[in-house]
């Protein structure tokens, strides 16, 4: 295969994957919305709680 040819294939998958990455995030809703604040603050209590029913010493 010549050089010239893998680059291009090489671009062209680029421009593949930023374009599904643009799909992706357009598709998300807003990350600053109330609600998915307080899942991820609701989350991480439950796994910090989880860690310290693990981690219990006797």
Known sequence: ????????????????LR???????????????VVRTLEKRLGWALVETGLRLVYRHY
């Open 19 to 33: 374009a599904d990455a643009d799909r992706y995030r357009l598709a998300q809703p807003p990350s600053g919305s």
């Open 1 to 16: 295969m010549y050089p010239d040819s893998y680059l291009y294939v090489e671009r062209a998958r680029a421009r593949e």
